[in-house]
Nanobody, 119 residues
Framework: QVQLVESGGGLVQAGGSLRLSCAVS????????MGWFRRAPGKEREFVAS????????FYADSVKGRFTISKNTAKNTVDLQMNSLKPEDTAVYYC????????????WGQGTQVTVSS
């Protein structure tokens, strides 16, 4: 079993920044992808960003490109999401997910952390 615990959410004004962190513990794997997703009120969960743990390759949703940066800390076993130039539409619960390759689906999730951006 793997456990994912998010932290770093909060309330920020538009244009501000927040940094989310996801701590990974439990069973270790060699080939997987870590991702951040979000769910805004009344909407479906959507992809935000992902990073391959071994190669560090990153992917971003168009809506966050140039504003958000995903990174990994191998020593601490964490994956972070630096969010800059935040907009009210970024308000959501942010979830950390893990996908074991070659699976197409993220199978493990954290409990989520609330990010609220005021206008």
């Amino acid at each position: 079993q793997v456990q994912l615990v998010e932290s770093g959410g909060g309330l920020v004004q538009a244009g501000g920044s927040l940094r989310l962190s996801c701590a990974v513990s439990g069973r270790t794997f060699s080939n997987y992808v870590m991702g951040w997703f979000r769910r805004a009120p009344g909407k479906e969960r959507e992809f935000v960003a992902s990073i391959t743990w071994s190669g560090g390759k990153t992917f971003y949703a168009d809506s966050v490109k140039g504003r958000f940066t995903i990174s990994k800390n191998t020593a601490k076993n964490t994956v972070d999401l630096q969010m800059n130039s935040l907009k009210p539409e970024d308000t959501a619960v942010y979830y950390c997910g893990l996908k074991l390759l070659p699976s197409a689906d993220f199978g493990s999730w954290g409990q989520g952390t609330q990010v609220t951006v005021s206008s």
